[in-house]
T-cell receptor, first 118, second 115 residues
Framework: AQTVTQSQPEMSVQEAETVTLSCTYD???????LFWYKQPPSRQMILVIR??????QNATENRFSVNFQKAAKSFSLKISDSQLGDTAMYFC???????????????FGKGTKLSVIP | ETGVTQSPTHLIKTRGQQVTLRCSSQ?????VSWYQQALGQGPQFIFQ???????GRGNFPPRFSGLQFPNYSSELNVNALELDDSALYLC??????????????FGQGTRLTVV
């Protein structure tokens, strides 16, 4: 079974500054996907960024980028130029690339509550 | 707007009762997954439906059951409600195996309170 650990329950950052959220995971699989999801007070999970484990290059999406260290099983999220709208819960999630029964199942960490301060 | 809609948005039930939650998947998506998110926790996988059949189940008892309909909408049923069932229930739809599209689109959830 896979596990995902987010060791920072809460973080805060000044508007326009940069913040990094940490995530580690444990798996015996070699091919998988990693995700960061954002959950604002509206409750809807929104995909922020995705990383495929077989790709060495770190994924980027505008102000969001990841530092994927496969050997260390580490997957951190960097948010640059933080904006007030980035205030939310952030969840790291794992998905196996296995295509059998139960595929496309997400395993989530407990989340990090990010507050962007004006 | 992601196109995944859940109903109702809030619900209060008494311990021992039964509840049905509903989810309409995004157009073109044939896979629906259900998650339970307790307060202060990350979502936990309940089960998944692919083309009307259960396609994987998490560590939840049999009193959690589901259905997927030919239009790929889905229901989550919970029997004999317990206080610990109080949580946010999230539905996520995806294209499933076709095209190996891994992106799951979530609805806004149903907040269930068991008293």
């Amino acid at each position: 079974a896979q596990t995902v650990t987010q060791s920072q329950p809460e973080m805060s950052v000044q508007e326009a500054e940069t913040v990094t959220l940490s995530c580690t995971y444990d798996t015996s699989e070699s091919n998988y996907y990693l995700f960061w999801y954002k959950q604002p007070p509206s409750r809807q999970m929104i995909l922020v960024i995705r990383q495929e484990a077989y790709k060495q290059q770190n994924a980027t999406e505008n102000r969001f980028s990841v530092n994927f260290q496969k050997a260390a099983k580490s997957f951190s999220l960097k948010i640059s130029d933080s904006q007030l709208g980035d205030t939310a819960m952030y969840f790291c999630a794992f998905m196996s690339a296995y295509s059998g029964a139960g595929s496309y199942q997400l395993t989530f960490g407990k989340g990090t509550k990010l507050s962007v301060i004006p | 707007e992601t196109g995944v809609t859940q109903s109702p948005t809030h619900l209060i039930k008494t311990r021992g009762q039964q509840v049905t939650l509903r989810c309409s998947s995004q157009s073109g998506h044939n896979t629906v997954s259900w998650y339970q998110q307790a307060l202060g926790q990350g979502p936990q996988f309940i089960f998944q439906y692919y083309r009307e059949e259960e396609n994987g189940r998490g560590n939840f008892p049999p009193r959690f059951s589901g259905l997927q309909f030919p239009n790929y909408s889905s229901e989550l049923n919970v029997n004999a409600l317990e206080l610990d069932d109080s949580a946010l229930y999230l539905c996520a739809s995806s294209r499933g195996r076709e095209g190996r599209n891994t992106e799951a689109f979530f609805g806004q959830g149903t907040r269930l309170t068991v008293v």
